[in-house]
């Protein structure tokens, strides 16, 4: 059975992703800090019929998402399909007057440094297959900084561009890297099925050879 594994799951698209592809097929590894939330969204995805396990790790902390990865891999089924899509902390979003060096480290420790040691986890399982997939997702400011989103907006972009150059090096050994950029709060972007759509636009982007970046929708209808 292929695994997708989410990074920053969550009751809301997580919980989404999960079950759009639970219906392909993929059993999912459910990743985040908190355990006992992740057994009961596990529990709650059981009931929609998706094979799900939650798996504890901090991505600041490459060890522990290392072994995180390593079991739900072991458990569940070789990772085809990561997901990369931690919520940034309420401190990254201090205005850039305040950022710190420790502040701006923290940072970019949890959106690129996290994703490179989970890309270099699950790679060779994906190159061993023979295919993959690999979704970033990301506000507006990993296309445009703004003054009073200084974590993010440094993070961001590095996290971009990993991301874009790992599109262009696997390219030709059939996997996947793209992004999704989610420029606001998707209850406010008036999506006509909500969260269902974002799901559906990721399982798209996942499955199907394209571009790095795709605009949820344009960076000037949303807010990051």
Not at 123 to 138: A, D, F, H, K
Not at 167 to 174: K, N
Request: net charge negative.
């Amino acid at each position: 059975m292929p695994t997708l594994a989410i990074i920053g799951a969550g009751p809301n698209l997580g919980a989404a992703v999960a079950r759009r592809f639970g219906r392909e097929g993929y059993a999912v590894a459910l990743i985040s800090r908190d355990l006992a939330k992740l057994d009961a969204l596990a529990e709650e995805l059981g009931e929609h019929g998706v094979t799900a396990r939650g798996y504890a790790a901090d991505v600041r902390d490459g060890a522990s998402l290392e072994v995180a990865l390593g079991r739900a891999a072991a458990d569940l089924g070789p990772i085809t399909a990561l997901q990369y899509s931690p919520l940034p902390a309420r401190e990254y979003l201090k205005p850039v007057l305040d950022l710190t060096p420790d502040l701006a480290l923290d940072a970019l420790k949890f959106s690129a440094l996290g994703l490179v040691t989970a890309v270099r986890t699950v790679l060779p399982g994906m190159r061993e297959q023979g295919e993959g997939s690999i979704v970033l997702i990301n506000g507006g400011t990993s296309v445009k900084a703004r003054a009073g989103f200084a974590g993010t907006s440094v993070a961001f972009p590095a996290e971009s561009a990993y991301g874009e150059m790992l599109h262009d090096a696997l390219a030709d050994e059939g996997i996947r890297v793209t992004q999704l950029v989610i420029p606001g709060a998707i209850p406010k972007l008036q999506l006509e099925n909500g969260i269902e759509d974002v799901a559906e636009r990721i399982w798209e982007l996942a499955s199907t050879p394209g571009d790095f970046r795709t605009m949820l929708i344009p960076l000037e209808e949303g807010r990051e």
